[in-house]
Each structure stands twice: as C-alpha cells, then as structure tokens.
T-cell receptor, first 112, second 115 residues
Framework: NAGVTQTPKFQVLKTGQSMTLQCAQD?????MYWYRQDPGMGLRLIYY???????DKGEVPNGYNVSRLNKREFSLRLESAAPSQTSVYFC???????????FGEGSRLTVL | AQSVTQLDSQVPVFEEAPVELRCNYS??????LFWYVQYPNQGLQLLLK??????LVESINGFEAEFNKSQTSFHLRKPSVHISDTAEYFC?????????????FGTGTLLAVQP
C-alpha cells in the first residue's frame, strides 16, 4: 500500500516563482492536511480539508492556496514563493474525528 | 491558548539507559493525545496514542506513555534505549472548540542515543 504520496520530494525555486505540491492518499480517508516543518518550531498546520469539497485555514495560511481535487487528492500551491517558505512540507490524511494522522514522506522546498 | 509543550529540544542518552521525554498540554486541548516518531529524512509515524481507558499506553517497540490529567502531562518513557531509537519525537493533541479539526504538535525532542 502506498499510503500518502507526495510529489515532488525536492524542489528549488527562485523568489516569485510559483509551484504546486501534490498529495494523494489511497486509504479512502475523509480528511487531509498540509503542514510545514521548520527547525525548533515543530509542525504547523497550513490548511486542511475536513471532507471532500471543503477547505479551511490552519495556523499559517498566508502565501498558500489549496485545492481538494477529489477525495484522494489535496494540492498546495505557492503563487509567489518567498525565502520564508523554505521548509519541509508534509501532507497527511485521516478518517476524521480524533484519530491518528498518516503522513507522507515530505517535500523539501528551497526558495532562493 | 491551545498548545502542546515539549520542554526538551534534545535529550542525549547512552545505549541501554532509561529515558523520559516530557510533554505537557494546555488544559484547553482535548485529551486525545499522541506521540509520533520521525526518523531522519522520513515522515512522521504514529508511536502510540491515548484516546480513553487505561492511562498507560504502550507501543510495540517498548515505549510507553502515561496520561496524567492532574498534571496535564503525557510523558514518553523507555526503560532501555537502543541506537535505533535515535529520532525526533513529537507529542500532539487534538484541539477543542474552534480547533477540533486541528492536531496540535509540540516542537519536538531529538533523542540522541550514544554507544
């Protein structure tokens, strides 16, 4: 089983460029999430989708947009990348409620 | 504010020694509590969870955590660590109220096991 798959795994951008991080899960989960991980700051929620057709802001949504394309896929878009968005991005999914999250392997993004 | 606190950013320990990684949660979060482990260059994996019932929960690889409501703590322990336990450990709790759809993470503790 693939679980949660993220692409790309690595990306280098120049300031102002745009890009989309893709995430897909094959567990038929209802909820999907995007986190960013920075040294000393743990994981911070960017956006989440509690169910297909809905999206909501998390703790640090500025500079990002998301699309819940269908139940399987949840993409994260950076419209105009900034050096402050250099980070490791994790996608996760869950059944919803208070259950565990299942994480992808991460996408390491560097903005120059 | 709803928060999860891991006071120790790094815990060095010798192999076969016991270890405790501390986690405290604010009284405003839910009591659905988790420990995740992250090995180098990998995603997070669930180590153990407390949802209800017995306050002592165990993982398959010898870790255990105890839910302590009066101290708002969920510390992680292992009686004898191995080199392979070297990783970053994150404590997390589901939010309450307007944050019920948010899993709130602590800042992580790096467990560095030395031979």
């Amino acid at each position: 089983n693939a679980g949660v798959t993220q692409t790309p795994k690595f990306q280098v951008l120049k300031t102002g460029q745009s890009m989309t991080l893709q995430c897909a899960q094959d567990m038929n989960h209802n909820s999907m999430y995007w986190y960013r991980q920075d040294p000393g700051m743990g994981l911070r929620l960017i956006y989440y989708s509690a169910s297909e057709g809905t999206t909501d802001k998390g703790e640090v949504p500025n500079g990002y947009n998301v699309s819940r394309l269908n139940k399987r896929e949840f993409s994260l878009r950076l419209e105009s990348a900034a050096p402050s968005q250099t980070s490791v991005y994790f996608c996760a999914s869950s059944w919803g409620g208070a259950g565990e999250l299942f994480f992808g392997e991460g996408s390491r993004l560097t903005v120059l | 504010a709803q928060s999860v606190t891991q006071l120790d950013s790094q815990v060095p320990v010798f192999e076969e020694a016991p270890v405790e990684l501390r986690c405290n949660y604010s009284s405003s979060v839910s009591v659905y509590l988790f420990w995740y482990v992250q090995y180098p260059n990998q995603g997070l994996q669930l180590l153990l969870k407390y949802l209800s019932g017995s306050t002592l929960v165990e993982s398959i690889n010898g870790f255990e955590a105890e839910f302590n409501k009066s101290q708002t703590s969920f510390h992680l322990r292992k009686p004898s660590v191995h080199i392979s336990d070297t990783a970053e450990y994150f404590c997390a709790a589901w939010g309450n109220g307007g944050a019920t759809n948010k899993l709130i993470f602590g800042t992580g503790t790096l467990l560095a096991v030395q031979p």
